[in-house]
């Protein structure tokens, strides 16, 4: 059965970098699936990040303009994400999922893990 | 960019009761691309319906999608207790391709 499990730090400063990892079990990140992540506000609604396929391919939300950077580790399962300049409006639950490729959709979701950006 | 928009944001129903949720999207698009999830308080979302009529896997078969161009159905046959959560369309296209979320519908407890 496929695990997904997000990790990070859960404080992070304004203007400052937030990083966070994915780690896979129960699958190998290098099959025919994207790897993404995602984020929800508090008490808001689901919005897209990043996505990625184990040959490095990505695609980004054009609406961060450029501060997302997502990568993956196929050695460890893993896949990464780091979002510069953080503001207050990057606090959220951020989720990473198992993309399926072709039609885009989440099948496999990680339990979710809650990012502050405060002082 | 394409929008996707969900008509009502909160349904008030009975257990046993039908419920019929829409999406409608801002453009004609390729129903394969378009999908339903399910989020409970505290929970990641979980995938109902890809390609607009196809169930996941383990889903009850009282959830069924439907729809094509712009609209899009989610049709939950008979509520059980478990079914009161918030659900959400998710389109994967455009130019630039980018994911779109519905704003949500929120089905709760009459």
């Known amino acids: 059965q496929v695990q997904l499990q997000e990790s990070g730090p859960g404080l992070v400063k304004p203007s400052e970098t937030l990083s966070l990892t994915c780690t896979v079990s129960g699958n190998s990140i290098s099959t025919d699936y994207y790897w993404g992540w995602f984020r929800q506000p508090p008490g808001k609604g689901l919005d897209w990040i990043a996505i990625i396929y184990h040959s490095g391919s990505t695609y980004n939300n054009p609406a961060l303009k450029s501060r997302a950077t997502i990568s993956v580790d196929t050695s460890k399962n893993q896949f990464s994400l780091k979002l510069s300049s953080v503001t207050a409006e990057d606090t959220a639950l951020y989720y990473c999922?198992?993309?399926?490729?072709?039609?885009?959709?989440?099948?496999?979701w990680g339990k979710g893990t809650t990012v502050t950006v405060s002082s | 960019e394409i929008v996707l928009t969900q008509s009502a944001g909160t349904l008030s129903l009975s257990p046993g009761e039908g419920a019929t949720l829409s999406c409608r999207t801002s453009q004609s698009v390729f129903s394969g691309q378009l999908a339903w999830y399910q989020q409970k308080p505290g929970q990641a979302p979980r995938l109902l319906i890809y390609?607009?009529?196809s169930r996941a896997t383990g889903i009850p078969d009282r959830f069924s999608g439907s729809g094509s161009g712009t609209d899009f159905t989610l049709t939950i046959s008979r509520l059980e207790p478990e079914d009161f959560a918030v659900y959400y369309c998710?389109?994967?296209?455009?130019?630039?391709?980018?994911?779109?979320f519905g704003p949500g519908t929120k089905v709760d407890i009459k």
């Open positions: 998710q389109y994967y296209g455009g130019s630039p391709p980018i994911f779109s």
């Open positions: 999922a198992r993309v399926r490729s072709g039609y885009f959709y989440m099948d496999v």
């Open positions: 390609a607009a009529s």
